[in-house]
């Protein structure tokens, strides 16, 4: 056998690395440290950083990988289904936020880099087309998806954040705030309660005013 067979019947069948493998490394290293450096994901990967370039443009291009990863795990088909817009909406709205406060350390890097993935965009388009249906002219359009965004993402940072928010200290009077700490259910359930309230009242305002 000679020694170019060798290397041949050698050589793995499928490529050590690829883009689903840099997402995911990536996606695990923001959750440990919440940041991440070309030369910190390589090594986890095991290889030299220069290999990354052959699948990603740099850091933006890991970047839109994270992107994907957390969009991935949101129901896109729920905006594209038959029924009332604001039930569509509602349905993607719901998987948005659960996947945002699963990965709340990836919100900083994903909130100041442009967007450029095209299954993240054709999910804007898809919102942006229910939106319509709403009566919701396309000068205002953009300005109110940013602000039903912002709403679901501090709505996810709201469920991922600690069980205790507040902590009055003991030479401190705060009346007002203890008693509403006092009457508020369980974390979790609160935070579902709020953002159940918040969302239906956003799209009913909508509905309210656009006639929709």
Do not use: C
Not at 55 to 82: F, I, K, N, P, Y
Not at 118 to 138: C, F, H, K, N, W
């Amino acid at each position: 056998m000679t020694e170019t067979t060798q290397r041949r019947a050698g050589r793995p069948r499928k490529a050590v690395l690829d883009r689903d493998r840099i997402g995911q490394a990536a996606l695990e290293l923001v959750d440990q440290t919440g940041d991440f450096t070309l030369p910190e994901l390589a090594r986890r990967l095991g290889v030299q950083p220069a290999s990354l370039y052959h699948h990603v443009q740099g850091r933006a291009g890991v970047v839109e990988l994270l992107r994907e990863r957390v969009s991935d795990a949101m129901d896109r088909a729920t905006l594209a289904e038959e029924g009332p817009w604001d039930e569509a909406l509602s349905g993607f709205f719901h998987s948005y936020r659960d996947a945002f406060a699963a990965h709340p350390r990836v919100v900083p890097l994903l909130t100041t880099a442009t967007i450029r993935s095209p299954r993240v965009i054709e999910s804007y388009d898809q919102m942006l087309r229910r939106l319509d249906e709403a009566g919701i002219p396309t000068r205002q359009a953009m300005s109110i998806l940013t602000a039903l965004e912002n709403f679901v993402i501090g709505s996810a940072l709201d469920l991922a954040a600690p069980d205790v928010m507040w902590e009055i200290p003991a030479d401190m009077e705060a009346p007002a705030l203890a008693a509403a700490l006092a009457a508020q259910p369980s974390e979790r359930k609160r935070a579902d309660e709020v953002f159940e309230q918040g969302l239906s009242r956003l799209l009913a305002s909508l509905a309210a005013e656009f006639g929709a």
